[in-house]
């Protein structure tokens, strides 16, 4: 009964590498979102879906490349891996862009 | 200066102590306000919405002064449950659902 749901929980890779982390939510939900948590805990948006439309997208390098197959899926690749990319990433998903989000478990992406 | 800015902490308080945190916005046009609650290594929570008259949750209590762009969150009868980090949210008022984070506070409650 998973709401929201991301895989890879954990992902060690090298530099220079390419990565993608799955997002899905059953909820029936509308939007969907990516959020970068560094190292000091802040949580950034990256990118917001919207029916599977690109609504928001925040100044995020382009080796960073949201795709959404179908509204219940937003999934994240990641090109050419820095070492600065080493943070937890957070989906989440809600009804519609003014309602609550609810946040998937995160994965937690280390770059060595 | 930081969009949203919180007390980092810890806050190292008893069980059965009233606690309070403070954070303030920058964004006068900020339109919405929350808080979440993030347990050690897992996801962020809603844990309630902030308005303007203030609002009560059992033994939570968050109010907003837009005057001065704060927002507060009171824990009354601190639990050990109550331990975790707490994030000050804010939503601008032309930015769609684009929520600003604050840093989070992280509150631990001691037996």
């Known amino acids: 009964d998973t709401a929201v749901s991301q895989t890879p929980k954990y992902l060690v890779t090298q530099m220079g590498n390419d990565k993608s982390i799955k997002c899905e939510q059953n909820?029936?939900?509308?939007?969907m979102y990516w959020y970068k948590q560094d190292s000091k805990k802040f949580l950034k948006i990256m990118f917001s879906?919207?029916?599977?439309?690109?609504?928001i997208n925040e100044t995020v390098p382009n080796r960073f490349s949201p795709k959404s197959p179908d509204k219940a899926h937003l999934n994240l690749h990641i090109n050419s891996l820095e070492l600065g990319d080493s943070a937890v990433y957070f989906c989440?998903?809600?009804?519609?862009?003014?309602?609550?989000?609810?946040f998937g478990p995160g994965t937690r992406l280390l770059v060595l | 200066r930081k969009e949203v800015e919180q007390d980092p902490g810890p806050f190292n308080v008893p069980e059965g102590a009233t606690v309070a945190f403070n954070c303030t916005y920058s964004?006068?046009?900020?339109?919405?306000f929350f808080w979440y609650r993030q347990d050690c290594r897992k996801e962020p929570k809603l844990l309630m919405s902030?308005?303007?008259s203030g609002n009560e949750d059992g033994r939570f209590t968050a109010q907003l002064n837009r005057a001065s762009q704060y927002i507060s969150l009171l824990i009354r009868d601190s639990k050990l449950s109550d331990s975790a980090t707490y994030l000050c949210?804010?939503?601008?008022?032309?930015?769609?659902?684009?929520?600003?984070f604050g840093g989070g506070t992280r509150l631990m409650v001691k037996p």
């Open positions: 989440a998903s809600s009804r519609f862009p003014e309602e609550t989000q609810y």
């Open positions: 909820l029936g939900h509308d939007t």
């Open positions: 879906y919207n029916n599977k439309e690109l609504i």
């Open positions: 964004n006068s046009a900020s339109q919405s």
């Open positions: 902030v308005y303007s």
């Open positions: 949210v804010v939503r601008p008022n032309n930015a769609g659902n684009m929520l600003t």
